[in-house]
């Protein structure tokens, strides 16, 4: 997905396992958390982000070595500083997939991009 500004992916983080966090230009910090609800169904997703604030966040999920497809999910803010939402992504055939969540920022006028990557099809 596009954006003003484009994080580096972060390195060394299981999101699939555990949250994960990214510090912003300027100051601040997002931290994002994908719960699976169910084997091959809903997953949960959340972002927090402080130190500044977002005025949209969204998620666009893509496989990165299988082309699935983008699916962007909005998240709705469901307290200061903290937006949820819920998808369920496609299950490859194989069994593992390689992931990248890109959270998208909207902080004043400039669109953030942060990506994270995970598996999915590995529990």
């Known amino acids: 997905p596009r954006a003003d500004v484009a994080l580096p992916l972060v390195e060394g983080c299981h999101l699939h396992r555990q949250a994960c966090a990214s510090p912003l230009p300027g ?20 972002v927090s982000v402080t130190g500044v604030q977002a005025d949209r966040v969204k998620v666009g999920f893509q496989g990165v070595e299988m082309n699935m ?9 469901v307290d200061e500083g903290r937006f949820a939402g819920e998808t369920t992504l496609p299950v490859c055939a194989t069994g593992r997939m390689i992931w990248q969540a890109t959270v ?7 669109d953030i991009s942060v990506p994270f990557r995970f598996e999915s099809g590995h529990e």
Not at 30 to 42: C, D, K, R, T, Y
Not at 104 to 110: Q, V, Y
Request: glycine share 14%; no cysteine.
């Open 27 to 46: 100051g601040g910090r997002v931290e994002v958390a994908l719960e699976s609800m169910a084997a091959a169904g809903p997953m949960r997703v959340t």
């Open 104 to 110: 998208l920022l909207e902080i004043g006028r400039k």
């Open 69 to 77: 497809g983008l699916h962007v999910l909005p998240l709705a803010a």
